[in-house]
């Protein structure tokens, strides 16, 4: 599978059925997790921080309260990559026990 080109649909299709977390919004996937308090979401932030700092692939973050939108995209291709699909993989084994 391409890493730093765009994914083709059925690329994109395989990617997310491996991931049930996360869904397709245009050229973006998005999951939502909802932690049991405010400073869980914040370490849950600061996890990914640094996994997405390592792999040089950062996630949008939106937090509200105990709930934290993740939305992946690759800006420099203009659409969803192997990175996106990396990048999600390493966010669900991030957030698993929340």
Known sequence: MPYATPLTEQEIADGLGSLPEWHREGDTMLRVVSCPTFPAAIALVNRVAEAAESANHHPDIGIRWRTVTFTLTTHATGGLT??????????DRLAENE
């Open 82 to 91: 192997g990175k996106d699909l990396t990048m999600a993989a390493a966010i």
